[in-house]
T-cell receptor
């Protein structure tokens, strides 16, 4: 069946511009996560959505980062006024429940010039 | 001490060799443990969960030592296709706030050489 879909797969943007990253989770998965992975680094937790509960935003690195999940399905991660240190691969994952294994999308490779 | 620590490698081993990766974690309240595999420029994929009694899946064996806060992954009869980065992943607790947050190690790179 269809896996987690992310778009765009690559994004190059100029410093100071806003970007929006999209994640389409596996149908029926109630939990959705955003992580980012910088070169040579481990995955860094950003935000978690579970059903209709308030999201856990504790991993967002600054107030320039925000995310929403509409209708319990598609999620968008928005980065305002991008900085060079935002360059990373942004990975979205979904799971059937919060205790189920995570299924990752292919990621969006963001480069801020 | 980092939350999840792994030897970054790289481990370069010949085909057919047995190789072991180790991982230590700092949070003694951690409840669930996993090994994920990540191919170059690809997303991580679940390889196997790690159970207290140890578990085996074909050529792969995972073990957990709670007393030492240590997890291991053993790969027997290495194949070229095993070349990847292996991520140690820890889940803090079974329920409550933050229970869903997986903490990933930086990974151990394995290259299996013909």
């Amino acid at each position: 069946g269809a896996g987690v879909s992310q778009s765009p797969s690559n994004k190059v943007t100029e410093k100071g511009k806003d970007v929006e990253l999209r994640c389409d989770p596996i149908s029926g998965h109630t939990a959705l996560y955003w992580y980012r992975q910088s070169l040579g680094q481990g995955l860094e937790f950003l935000i978690y959505f579970q059903g209709n509960s308030a999201p856990d935003k504790s991993g967002l690195p600054s107030d320039r980062f925000s995310a929403e999940r509409t209708g319990g399905s598609v999620s968008t991660l928005t980065i305002q006024r991008t900085q060079q240190e935002d360059s990373a691969v942004y990975l979205c994952a979904s799971s059937q429940t919060s205790n189920s294994p995570l299924h990752f999308g292919n990621g969006t490779r963001l480069t801020v010039t | 001490r980092k939350e999840v620590e792994q030897d970054p490698g790289p481990f370069n081993v010949p085909e057919g060799a047995t190789v072991a990766f180790n991982c230590t974690y700092s949070n003694s309240a951690s409840q669930s443990f996993f090994w994920y595999r990540q191919d170059c420029r690809k997303e991580p994929k679940l390889l196997m969960s790690v159970y207290s009694s140890g578990n085996e899946d074909g050529r792969f064996t995972a073990q957990l030592n709670r007393a030492s806060q240590y997890i291991s992954l053993l790969i027997r009869d290495s194949k070229l296709s095993d070349s990847a980065t292996y991520l140690c992943v820890v889940k803090p607790r079974s329920s409550g706030a933050g229970s869903y947050q997986l903490t990933f190690g930086k990974g151990t790179k394995l290259s299996v050489i013909p």
